[in-house]
């Protein structure tokens, strides 16, 4: 079992440009691979470039980085928005071996099985925005202000979280 990380770069790195490579290129990709039972898990970040990444057997995601290299190279020879794409981890040349260093080996199952829930959810709120009531801001509020409840915190807790992650940003 490996992970893949693409780093796939676009247009001004923007939120409308990702959304639409997110709409047009990694959700159907994904459902496509789902369907094909390809992977174990999968993830996506915005760093601002989309850090696409997959889990699985060897030789599935070997198959994956091919089909990836064309498929992005195709996209990139043909479109403005899709600039160029790079393999590696955390944005960097190299292989990603996933985070198990950073959590433990059993919390890492559970966070990266998360990270792949939270990036479904937000490819379907990504791409029905224009047709729902909530603004992306309550998902985030809620989602966030949700998972640090069952992380034990009370209000107050978050307020004091909030200020000193807005502190750190700030020095």
Request: charged share 30%.
């Amino acid at each position: 079992m490996k992970w893949l990380e693409c780093n796939i770069y676009y247009k001004d790195g923007d939120k409308e440009h990702g959304d639409f490579v997110l709409n047009t290129f990694v959700s159907p990709y994904v459902r496509k691979l789902r369907r094909d039972k390809a992977f174990e898990s999968w993830h996506y970040f915005r760093e601002p470039e989309i850090r696409l990444r997959f889990y699985g057997e060897d030789a599935k995601v070997d198959r994956i980085r091919e089909e990836l290299d064309n498929k992005l190279a195709r996209k990139e020879k043909n479109s403005e928005i899709f600039l160029s794409h790079a393999f590696g981890r955390h944005g960097e040349s190299g292989e990603y071996y996933g985070e198990s260093y950073l959590y433990g080996i059993d919390v890492w199952k559970l966070v990266y099985k998360s990270w792949e829930s939270l990036s479904d959810v937000s490819l379907k709120i990504c791409s029905t925005i224009p047709y729902t009531d909530r603004p992306i801001k309550f998902h985030a509020q809620r989602f966030t202000h949700l998972f640090l409840n069952q992380m034990g915190m009370t209000l107050q807790d978050e307020r004091v979280f909030f200020y000193e992650m807005l502190g750190s940003k700030l020095l």
